[in-house]
Nanobody
Framework: QVQVVESGGGLVQAGGSLRLSCTAS????????VGWFRQAPGKEREAVSC???????YYAGSLQGRFIISRDLANHAVHLQMNTLKPEDTATYYC????????????????????WGQGTQVTISS
């Protein structure tokens, strides 16, 4: 079964931290960029971050400095460390595999990705 699976979501207080993880089965993240998106109720899905296979990372401007994306090569996983969380970070967070190894200028576009996870809920209380 081909799937992308997110984990690590939960309920935390404002100012806290969470680390999301993304793994794949039936497909590989090797030689592919991987991105994170989020969608809050009533809002459109927005790009959060992307990591290229060779290492370069990209962030939504408003999130840089609080979120850190990283790749765990040994475990074929991608993580999103989220710090100093705010109530407006509340959303369902999705992980997606890019068609190729680069995030490129289109990293924030959903059609840059071919496989998506089902999402993990992140709720930040004030």
């Amino acid at each position: 079964q081909v799937q992308v699976v997110e984990s690590g979501g939960g309920l935390v207080q404002a100012g806290g931290s969470l680390r999301l993880s993304c793994t794949a089965s039936g497909l590989t993240f090797d030689s592919h960029a991987v991105g994170w998106f989020r969608q809050a109720p009533g809002k459109e899905r927005e790009a959060v971050s992307c990591i290229s296979w060779t290492g370069p990372t990209y962030y939504a401007g408003s999130l840089q400095g609080r979120f850190i994306i990283s790749r765990d090569l040994a475990n074929h996983a991608v993580h999103l460390q989220m710090n100093t969380l705010k109530p407006e970070d509340t959303a369902t967070y999705y992980c997606a595999r890019a068609f190729d190894e680069r995030c490129s200028d289109s990293w924030s576009q959903p059609n840059h990705y071919d496989y998506w996870g089902q999402g993990t809920q992140v709720t930040i209380s004030s």
